[in-house]
């Protein structure tokens, strides 16, 4: 079992940033890819990002690429999500999620933990 702890959302402005954080408690941290998802009303959960168990390989959502940035510290268990540039489009619920599988699947299947969310708010 994995606990995925969200923090960090809140109101922006469109043009700034926020970073995301999840604390992972549990097994091996090391042991999981680590992504993040979003939802927003109305839609379907969608994929965000993911990075591998060793922080080496990462992939994007092409309506993210060059604008957000996941990273991870092992040794402090944590996965973080670096927004920048933020428009309306990105309201919505973040989740963090973690899988045991390669960290590409997880671009096309549903992860095996999720976190309980936190809220992201981009005001034009």
């Known amino acids: 079992q994995v606990q995925l702890v969200e923090s960090g959302g809140g109101l922006v402005q469109a043009g700034g940033s926020l970073r995301l954080s999840c604390a992972a408690s549990?097994?091996?941290?090391?042991?999981?890819?680590m992504g993040w998802f979003r939802q927003s009303p109305g839609k379907e959960r969608e994929f965000v990002a993911v990075?591998?168990?060793?922080?080496?390989?990462?992939y994007y959502a092409d309506s993210v690429k060059g604008r957000f940035t996941i990273s991870r510290d092992n040794a402090k268990n944590t996965v973080y999500l670096q927004m920048n540039s933020l428009n309306a489009e990105d309201t919505a619920v973040y989740y963090c999620?973690?899988?045991?599988?390669?960290?590409?699947?997880?671009?096309?299947?549903?992860?095996?933990?999720w976190g309980q969310g936190t809220q992201v708010t981009v005001s034009s």
């Open positions: 549990g097994r091996t941290f090391s042991g999981y890819a």
């Open positions: 999620a973690a899988d045991g599988r390669p960290a590409q699947r997880m671009q096309y299947m549903i992860p095996g933990y």
């Open positions: 990075i591998s168990m060793s922080g080496s390989s990462t």
